[in-house]
């Protein structure tokens, strides 16, 4: 472990962008934070914390000069390396046959070119969605060419979490606030008197970058406070959620009346699926021009909440909003484990922050658990 | 030459705001004529062609007697038919009437009541004709308009989803206003289209394009009543240019004292 001083952080986002890199990173914006480029330290949240409930979120003042001390902002990385829109078929008509071509990845994010990518900042949880989402787009069969080419040019700077929000539950999920693996670089801040950060080169790019900056070799004294910030934000934790079992507990109580009783309150409006660092759904539309000489493939953004996400010929399969409710949840704590060998949740609270009408998913874990049916679960 | 197919537009009760959306198309509009014919529009061209026609795209809502019958003729000349904006596909703003006695209104704001002839009720166009699809907004999105006129074109379904206005809202990456500072948005309940215009200035939205899909209501204002909003003021949010849509109005009516 090596200890960095402030005043050399923006000389390590100069070393990224002098090999290349677009920084991106929390910044403030419109009374939240967002991910967005950044070009130096002074465009991070710099004395920023947030509040953050069911359906609430805000930005306060810290009484220190923290770059990062907030917990998760409204975005996800996942805009970066799973757009909200990409296109994946050009087609011309050419006399009575059609000639296809699908943009490289280089062009196909609404035509802006694919960058190298430097993530400033990543929290642990948010760390783990992108290596679950790895195994998604390119560890379950099928690979997703855009992912692939914005993933392999990725370098990651993780900032563990020294702030826990009111909806945080990373813990619980084994999920943070300490980044394991998967960084480039991982950073713990500790800013107080004196304002430094202890560092963890996890790649090979990482250390290069690492040797290259001003750092010594971290005190023990340094190294303990780093650990009791990071134990702060354990301690912090909003909310908790039991996993022991949940997986079965959910597959078998398919018809719990706690399901019908939150699709009374559920919106279906599909934002905790959309801020979901996790999910990966899209729809495939096709569009042409008015001549129909041309047409468009893209994909975009979309979740289990539209009745059209589960339209097959003849009608929607999840028409109530109980069975799409059903659906995202049991797939996020259930199916998925199935699916991908690790559960689709994190813990980063954002469902909980992001809901209108505040559902809170450790909440209905709760429910389930505490009126679960014995019965049915005996026979597991 | 393969003969291009026919358009007429049609107005009844309304601000003629959706039809200029056509003509709000410019750069487009002059493809559109290249498929089209545009046999009457009166807005656009006095040459009027006579029908029937391959497509009638129908603005504004029902509110007289005379009306009532003009859209039967207007459905038998017409293959397709499509209505377009909260006038056509709900009744409008004028459909406030339908919550009080229109007779009031007549005797409050014209001086020669007798003069005037209406319906008690501004209904939608598809209360009284089979409508073809209904194309939501007030007014319209003009790059709506002409993904439904180029899908009618091509042969092809058009990619006009009825989810939430939160899903453009999320994609285009708006802090979502409803969580961050707090006014109310009617997004998570109103069908998109608009690509999420008022929460990208700030504003919650209005429900200019009527209810989306499934639309829980109830839910959103019992939150918004536990954190002290009054049922007039409730009441009033689903009261405007979609009043008439049927979950906004049993929405607003729930909270009428
Ligand atoms: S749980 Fe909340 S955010 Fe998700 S669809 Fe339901 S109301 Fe919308
Ligand atoms: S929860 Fe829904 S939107 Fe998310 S990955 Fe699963 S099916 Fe897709
Ligand atoms: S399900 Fe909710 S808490 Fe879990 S990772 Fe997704 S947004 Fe975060
Ligand atoms: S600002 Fe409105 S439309 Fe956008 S996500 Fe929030 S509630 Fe939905």
Known sequence: MFTVDRTNVDQLFRLLQQKGYTLIGPTVRDGALI?????????????????????????????????????????????Y???????????????????????????????TPLKKYAFIGVKPCELNAILIQDKVFLGSGTVDPFYKAARERLFIVAANCTQASGTCFCASMDAGPRAQRGFDLAITEVAGKQHY?????????????????????????????????????????????????????????????????????????????????????????????????TAERWRRWDSCFTLDFSYIHGGCIRSSGKSRFRQWMTHKL????????????????????????????????RAIRGTKRQEQLMHS | MKRTPTLAVWKFASCDGCQLSLLDC????????????????????????????????????????????????????????????????????????????????????????AYIETLSKSTPIANHVYVDFELHGCPINKNQLLEV??????????????????????????????VAAGPPCLGPVTHAGCDALCPSYH???????????????????????????????????FRNFNAYADAFRKESESHEK
Request: aromatic residues 6%; proline residues 5%.
């Open chain 1, 81 to 111: 390396l799973f757009p909200p829109a990409v296109k994946l078929v050009d087609a011309r008509r050419q006399g009575r046959s059609m000639d296809c071509t699908s943009p490289s990845p280089d062009s196909a994010s609404q035509g």
């Open chain 1, 35 to 79: 991910l967005d480029a950044i070009s130096s330290a002074s465009d991070l949240p710099v004395g920023w914390t947030d509040d953050q409930g069911p359906a609430h979120y805000r930005l306060r003042r810290r009484d220190d000069a923290s770059l990062f001390g907030y917990s998760v902002g409204a975005h996800s990385w996942k805009r």
């Open chain 1, 334 to 365: 259930a199916s998925w484990n199935d699916q991908f060998g690790s559960s689709g949740c994190v813990g980063c609270g954002r469902c909980i922050t992001w809901c209108p009408v505040g559902i809170d998913i450790t909440e209905e874990v």
């Open chain 1, 197 to 293: 950060f202890v560092i963890d080169a996890g790649s090979k790019k990482g250390t290069e970058i690492l040797l290259e900056l001003p750092h010594r070799k971290s005190s023990q004294q340094e190294l303990d406070e780093a650990a009791r910030r990071v134990q702060k934000a354990t301690d912090q934790m909003g909310r908790q959620l039991d996993t022991a079992g949940v997986r079965d507990l959910l597959l078998k109580n398919p018809e719990h009346p706690r399901w019908e009783e939150v699709s009374q309150r559920c919106l279906n409006c599909a934002n905790c699926t959309l801020v979901c660092p996790t999910c990966f759904c899209s729809s495939v539309e096709d569009t042409t021009d008015l001549a129909g000489k």
């Open chain 2, 149 to 178: 006129v180029n899908a009618y074109l091509n042969g092809r379904k058009p990619n006009i989803p009825a989810y939430s206005v939160c899903v453009e809202c999320k994609r285009r990456g708006i802090v979502c206003g409803l």
């Open chain 2, 203 to 237: 504003r919650g939205c209005f429900g200019c394009y009527g209810p989306k899909e499934t639309p829980n209501t109830g839910s959103l204002t019992s939150w918004w009543k536990q954190s002290g909003m009054k049922d007039d003021e409730l009441l009033r949010l």
């Open chain 2, 26 to 113: 410019e750069a487009e509009l002059l493809a559109v004529t290249e498929r089209l014919t545009i046999a009457n529009f009166v807005e656009a061209s006095r040459e009027v062609l006579k029908g029937p026609y391959d497509l009638s795209l129908v603005e504004g809502s029902i509110t007289t007697a005379h009306d009532a019958e003009r859209i039967h003729k207007i459905r038998r000349i017409s293959k397709t038919l499509i209505t377009i904006g909260a006038c056509a596909t709900a009744g409008g703003i004028q459909a406030l009437r339908n919550f009080k006695d229109v007779k009031e209104f007549v005797s409050i704001v014209y001086s020669t009541p």
